[in-house]
């Protein structure tokens, strides 16, 4: 049963690299950490990895009024990754 007023959408984030990543062992550096997040924005149509400041946005605006007609929609905050249908890290060629 659907409650008037209630919603239900999902957020699908895609790779950030401002915080995480430069806290992984190894990667600690920042020579390290930019050259992971290098590698990272070359699997990304758009060419980077998004920032935590982005994915609280899309997040921010799916909790808003603007978004009140929105319901039960996942949303892809990946640069556009998920739209190249296909994993790009997947080593199988079929």
């Not at 699908?12 to 990667?27: E, T």
């Not at 550096?29 to 992971?36: I, K, W």
């Amino acid at each position: 049963m659907r409650w008037p007023g209630d919603s239900g959408e999902c957020c699908c984030a895609g790779v950030g690299c401002d915080r995480a990543v430069r806290r992984v062992p190894g990667v600690a550096g920042c020579r390290a950490a930019a050259a992971v997040e290098h590698q990272m924005g070359v699997l990304h149509p758009l060419g980077r990895v998004a920032t935590s400041d982005e994915v609280a946005a899309a997040v921010e605006f799916l909790l808003s009024a603007e978004a009140g007609f929105i319901n039960g929609a996942t949303v892809p905050v990946d640069g556009g990754r998920s739209a190249l249908a296909l994993d790009p890290e997947s080593t199988d060629p079929g």
